[in-house]
């Protein structure tokens, strides 16, 4: 195990206290490789560990009653991967976790991951502050699910893409699976991709996209852009 680079990746998160010792929790931890498709754990399975994401993908998902995979998270490098479930008491996942691309893990245990927080506070704090920035988060789901239309949900999910990868993006899911994500129908979702094409706003198909009226879509996002991270950057980002 390279114990220096998960040192780095540790320390390096925004949430992070430099008052808090990495090596306990380096005590049970170990690499884990997995390739494009592999479960990292399952819904319901016993919740023993946690994880650091080294490199590539984890999708976070939930089975819906239809039996569609309904994609929650993107676990990229450098962050973290079902810490907060160590903590609660009933012990299972609540999602299933699957490898997106191939990818590697640094796993942790649940029970060196509580010592360690009665040896050292901070880290308890650390995870408290990072429970809290989860639900602030899916409050803010919540409340744009509810207040805003498929297309500005949509027009502000590209920019922020583009805030990323500039105007030219891609989708990281399937069309079926940005739609559940953004709460909007499979088909309005083509329908406002097509619509957008015709009104020259957007070149391309699939999930490989060019944004050519940055500013239009910023129009059709309306708050929900102003509140993505970066839309300034996006509007202000050269057309390739």
Same mark, same amino acid.
């Given at each position: 195990m390279n114990v220096e680079a998960v040192q780095v990746m540790l320390a390096s998160h925004p949430l992070w206290s430099q008052t808090i010792p990495?090596?306990?929790? =380096?005590?049970?931890?170990?690499?884990?490789? +997995?390739?494009?498709?592999?479960?990292?754990?399952?819904?319901?399975?016993?919740?023993?560990?946690?994880? +650091?994401v080294m490199c590539g993908r984890i999708d976070t998902l939930r089975i819906g009653i239809d039996g569609e995979d309904r994609i929650l998270h993107h676990a990229l490098p450098g962050q973290w991967l079902a810490p907060i479930v160590m903590f609660m008491?009933?012990?299972t996942y609540p999602v299933e976790a699957r490898a997106a691309?191939?990818?590697?893990?640094?796993?942790?245990?649940?029970?060196? =991951?509580?010592?360690?927080?009665?040896?050292?506070?901070? +880290?308890?704090l650390c995870m408290l502050a990072l429970a809290a920035d989860v639900l602030h988060q899916r409050i803010d789901d919540v409340d744009t699910l509810a207040s805003t239309s498929a297309a500005q949900r949509l027009a502000a999910y590209l920019l922020? +893409?583009?805030?990323?990868?500039?105007?030219?993006?891609?989708?990281?899911?399937?069309?079926?699976? =940005?739609?559940?994500? =953004?709460?909007?129908?499979?088909?309005?979702l083509n329908r406002l991709l097509a619509d957008w094409q015709k009104l020259g706003y957007l070149e391309g198909r699939g999930r490989a996209w060019r944004i050519t009226t940055p500013r239009a879509l910023a129009t059709l996002a309306g708050n929900v852009a102003c509140q993505a991270d970066g839309t300034a950057q996006a509007l202000s980002a050269p057309i390739p």
């Amino acid at each position: 195990m390279n114990v220096e680079a998960v040192q780095v990746m540790l320390a390096s998160h925004p949430l992070w206290s430099q008052t808090i010792p990495i090596e306990p929790l =380096l005590a049970d931890a170990s690499i884990t490789a +997995l390739q494009k498709g592999d479960c990292v754990f399952r819904q319901g399975q016993r919740a023993d560990y946690w994880y +650091l994401v080294m490199c590539g993908r984890i999708d976070t998902l939930r089975i819906g009653i239809d039996g569609e995979d309904r994609i929650l998270h993107h676990a990229l490098p450098g962050q973290w991967l079902a810490p907060i479930v160590m903590f609660m008491p009933h012990r299972t996942y609540p999602v299933e976790a699957r490898a997106a691309e191939d990818s590697t893990l640094c796993r942790f245990g649940r029970d060196n =991951l509580h010592q360690t927080c009665l040896d050292h506070p901070q +880290l308890a704090l650390c995870m408290l502050a990072l429970a809290a920035d989860v639900l602030h988060q899916r409050i803010d789901d919540v409340d744009t699910l509810a207040s805003t239309s498929a297309a500005q949900r949509l027009a502000a999910y590209l920019l922020k +893409l583009a805030n990323k990868t500039g105007m030219r993006v891609e989708f990281p899911l399937s069309q079926r699976q =940005l739609a559940a994500k =953004l709460g909007i129908r499979a088909e309005t979702l083509n329908r406002l991709l097509a619509d957008w094409q015709k009104l020259g706003y957007l070149e391309g198909r699939g999930r490989a996209w060019r944004i050519t009226t940055p500013r239009a879509l910023a129009t059709l996002a309306g708050n929900v852009a102003c509140q993505a991270d970066g839309t300034a950057q996006a509007l202000s980002a050269p057309i390739p």
